[in-house]
């Protein structure tokens, strides 16, 4: 099993910066990727960027050059630092695990809390 910590929510003003992280614990070599998805009221889940254990990188268009994905590979944290916030960022945004287990290579995900983005002045 794999558990998953998110960190760094919080009420930021429009133009602001803010750095969210996720720790894995557990069997954490059954992790294929992470990243982090965004959900804000009234709307769907989307994704914001993920990185896959080789290290590419996918960003959405609404957050590129915005937004930048981390990896420390010794603590098992993604940390998504986000810069130039704007009050359409505002969601829980949620870190994610894509596992890939057992003798059949059974896929799943594992999804964190969330955590609460505002960007308000």
């Known amino acids: 099993q794999v558990q998953l910590v998110e960190s760094g929510g919080g009420l930021v003003q429009p133009g602001g910066s803010l750095t969210l992280s996720c720790t894995a614990s557990?069997?954490?070599?059954?992790?294929?990727?992470m990243g982090w998805s965004r959900q804000a009221p009234g709307n769907q889940r989307d994704l914001v960027a993920s990185?896959?254990?080789?290290?590419?990188?996918k960003y959405a268009d609404s957050i590129k050059g915005r937004f930048t994905l981390s990896r420390n590979v010794a603590n098992n944290t993604l940390s998504l630092h986000m810069n130039n916030l704007e009050p359409e960022d505002t969601a829980v945004y949620y870190c994610?695990?894509?596992?890939?287990?057992?003798?059949?290579?059974?896929?799943?995900?594992?999804w964190g809390q969330g955590t609460l983005v505002t960007v308000s002045s």
């Open positions: 557990g069997s954490v070599g059954s992790i294929k990727a």
């Open positions: 990185i896959m254990s080789g290290g590419i990188t």
């Open positions: 994610y695990a894509a596992l890939i287990t057992g003798i059949y290579n059974r896929y799943s995900e594992i």
